[in-house]
Every structure is written in structure tokens, then in C-alpha cells.
């Protein structure tokens, strides 16, 4: 099992910049592949990016292409997710989530651990 607690969310204007943390606890990190999801209010819970467990690999929703970097350092067992250019429409809980049954991961069904999330407001 893998434990994971995310970090870095709160308030920033339009145009802005923050940068989510996820720590994880438990089995090998880089045994993972990891992924970061969002779930604004009355909308379901969506895609954000994804990388694998060799780091070679990333994937971002159409909506975040060009202004999001996820990343991960398997020393320090953390992910990141840089967010850049920041729009109202990015406000939503953020999530970290871990899977060790897929290489390539970007259905939120292919994940089994999850964090508690962490609240993203952007204001205009």
C-alpha cells in the first residue's frame, strides 16, 4: 500500500502560479505510476496528468497542455504538479493518485490509492 498527502493549494489570482506537492509513505514510490486528477464543484472528478514510473513518460488533459508540468523526484517519494497561467476554471480539489497495475494511467478507474486532496481557488 502507499499512502499519499498532498499539499500547496490555496488562493491566487488569475494568471498566477502554484505548485502542488503529493508525499508518499509506504511501499516503493517509483514502483508507481502517478497521476493528478480534479473535481470542481457539481462536476466529476477529471483527468489532469499523469506520469509513469520511469518518469519518461507524461500525459496532460487538453485543458492544462502548455501550462501544467507534472513531475516527480522518486528520492524524496513526492510529486509535483507546476501549474502556470492559472484560469478561474482550473478552481477545483486536487488530487493525487497511485497505481501499480499500469504503466500509462489516465482513467481515474486505473488508480487505487488516492490523497485527500487539496483545495485550488482561482480568482479572476
Known amino acids: 500500500q502507499v499512502q499519499l498527502v498532498e499539499s500547496g493549494g490555496g488562493l491566487v489570482q488569475a494568471g498566477g502560479s502554484l505548485r502542488l506537492s503529493c508525499a508518499a509513505s509506504?511501499?516503493?514510490?517509483?514502483?508507481?505510476?502517478m497521476g493528478w486528477f480534479r473535481q470542481a464543484p457539481g462536476k466529476e472528478r477529471e483527468f489532469v496528468s499523469h506520469i509513469a514510473k520511469g518518469r519518461l513518460n507524461t500525459n496532460y488533459a487538453d485543458s492544462v497542455k502548455g501550462r501544467f508540468t507534472v513531475s516527480r523526484d522518486n528520492a524524496k517519494n513526492t510529486l509535483y504538479l507546476q501549474m502556470n497561467s492559472l484560469k478561474p476554471e482550473d478552481t477545483a480539489v486536487y488530487y493525487c493518485a497511485a497505481t501499480s497495475r499500469y504503466t500509462i494511467a489516465t482513467s481515474s478507474s486505473q488508480y487505487d490509492y488516492w490523497g485527500q486532496g487539496t483545495q485550488v481557488t482561482v480568482s479572476s
Open positions: 509506504g511501499r516503493a514510490f517509483s514502483m508507481y505510476a
